[in-house]
C-alpha cells in the first residue's frame, strides 16, 4: 500500500493559482499512474488528470490549458499547478495512485480543499 500525502490547497481569489503537490511512499513510485481527483460537495468524486508511468497525460475538458500535471521521479511526487482558477473548481482535491502488476493496486490521498471565492 502506498501513502499519500497531499498539500498546497488553500483559498484563492478567482483568476489566482495554486499547486498542489502529493508525495508517495513507495520506492516504486516510477511505475504508477498518478492522478488528481476532486470532490464538491453534494457530488461525486471526479477525474482531473492523470499522468503515466511514461509521461503521458489526460485532462478533463474543464481544466485543459488551465491545469498542468506533472510528476518527479526523483522526488516521489506529482503536481497539479492550477491557474485562472474558477469558483466551480471549489472542490477537496484528491491524489490517487494506481498500477497493475496481476493484481490492481490503487491507494489515495487524504483530500486537501481547494477554495476559490472572492
Known amino acids: 500500500q502506498v501513502q499519500l500525502v497531499e498539500s498546497g490547497g488553500g483559498l484563492v481569489q478567482p483568476g489566482g493559482s495554486l499547486r498542489l503537490s502529493c508525495a508517495a511512499s513507495t520506492n516504486i513510485f516510477s511505475m504508477y499512474t498518478m492522478a488528481w481527483y476532486r470532490q464538491a460537495p453534494g457530488k461525486e468524486r471526479d477525474l482531473v488528470a492523470t499522468i503515466a508511468a511514461g509521461h503521458n497525460t489526460n485532462y478533463v475538458d474543464s481544466v485543459k490549458g488551465r491545469f498542468t500535471i506533472s510528476r518527479d521521479n526523483t522526488k516521489n511526487t506529482v503536481y497539479l499547478q492550477m491557474n485562472n482558477l474558477k469558483p466551480e473548481d471549489t472542490a477537496v482535491y484528491f491524489c490517487?495512485?494506481?498500477?497493475?502488476?496481476?493484481?490492481?493496486?490503487?491507494?489515495w490521498g487524504q483530500g486537501t480543499q481547494v477554495t476559490v471565492s472572492s
Open positions: 490517487n495512485a494506481n498500477r497493475w502488476s496481476g493484481i490492481f493496486f490503487n491507494d
